[in-house]
Nanobody, 123 residues
Framework: QLQLVESGGGLVQPGGSLRLSCAAS????????IGWFRQAPGKEREGISC????????KYADSAKGRFTISRDNAKNTVFLQIDSLSPEDTAVYYC????????????????WGQGTQVTVSS
């Protein structure tokens, strides 16, 4: 059974950076597309970025372009989300999600979800 565990969140000052990790167990992650989502207090969950199983396709929401970078290391069964120039508006719980891949693309509908990691941006 696929399990996803996010880590790397925390309290960071505005302008700082974080690197979130999504570690998978129970499966070979190379067969799965991965997405990163976030949910801020009182707001709906928002898709941030996705990466295809090979890493050849990456997508970003408009709100994430330029400051977020998704990557993966299939040998380590881990996907990363680098976030730069953090602002208080980035405060949210960040989730990674996985879906079995049947194409070279990635998207926004996922079957398996992690528990999330809290990112708080505050001075």
């Amino acid at each position: 059974q696929l399990q996803l565990v996010e880590s790397g969140g925390g309290l960071v000052q505005p302008g700082g950076s974080l690197r979130l990790s999504c570690a998978a167990s129970g499966v070979t992650l190379a067969y799965y597309d991965i997405g990163w989502f976030r949910q801020a207090p009182g707001k709906e969950r928002e898709g941030i970025s996705c990466i295809s199983r090979s890493g050849g396709i990456t997508k970003y929401a408009d709100s994430a372009k330029g400051r977020f970078t998704i990557s993966r290391d299939n040998a380590k069964n881990t996907v990363f989300l680098q976030i730069d120039s953090l602002s208080p508006e980035d405060t949210a719980v960040y989730y990674c999600a996985a879906r079995r891949s049947y194409s070279t693309d990635c998207g926004w509908n996922y079957q398996y979800w992690g528990q999330g990691t809290q990112v708080t941006v505050s001075s």
